[in-house]
């Protein structure tokens, strides 16, 4: 899949689509796919099991074990937004994680499922460093993070940034 990613637009004729975007607080799949018409495409970068996250994973969620997960959501050819998630192994559904083990669904479709809440947290340089390695292009400005929690506890922390895709990924014609 051919994709072109792009930083958020500083242009401020997007800022209140920016500002919007950081302070939802639902699924931002579902806005990918408000703002592109229709259904978006996963593409997963990377995806392991490990044992050795930053202090920050350790602050936010507990656990000794997590899936990390590189993720981008792509309509139209252009890229929405880049994702850093760290799920903790021992706090999800069997079936949470055979969905996220076969790497096509969005985590806001597998989330919707569950009853969750997010909640926005600081995450270091180093974290963030994790996405900027497989996608590029920094863009604070244009990134957050929050912890998604079940009633039995923390269960994700996820930072993600979106890109200029979502001005530029409209429905075709």
């Known amino acids: 899949m051919s994709v072109e990613r792009q930083t958020f637009p500083a242009d401020p004729a997007h800022a209140a ?22 259904p978006v495409d996963l593409v997963l970068h990377h995806q392991t099991r490990t044992q050795t996250v930053p202090s920050d994973v350790h602050q936010h969620l507990g656990g000794t074990e ?5 993720t981008t ?7 929405m937004m880049d994702n850093l998630s760290f799920t903790r192994l ?17 985590i806001g479709h597998l989330l919707n499922k569950i009853f969750v809440r997010r909640d ?6 180093t974290l963030q460093a994790l996405l900027w390695t497989h996608v590029g292009q920094p863009d604070l400005n244009a990134s957050r993070s929050y912890r998604v929690s079940t009633p039995d506890g923390p269960l994700m ?13 409209t429905p075709e014609r």
């Open 157 to 169: 922390l996820i930072f993600e940034t979106f890109r200029g895709g979502m001005v530029h990924a």
């Open 66 to 70: 997590w899936l990390q997960r590189v």
């Open 17 to 38: 689509l920016l500002r919007m975007l950081l302070a939802q607080d639902g699924s931002t799949t579902r806005c990918c796919e408000a703002v592109s018409g229709g």
């Open 73 to 79: 959501l792509v309509a139209h050819g252009q890229v």
């Open 120 to 125: 926005r947290v600081d995450t270091s340089a």
């Open 90 to 106: 021992d706090a999800v559904p069997d079936w949470f994680l055979d969905s996220l083990d076969e790497g096509t669904a969005p």
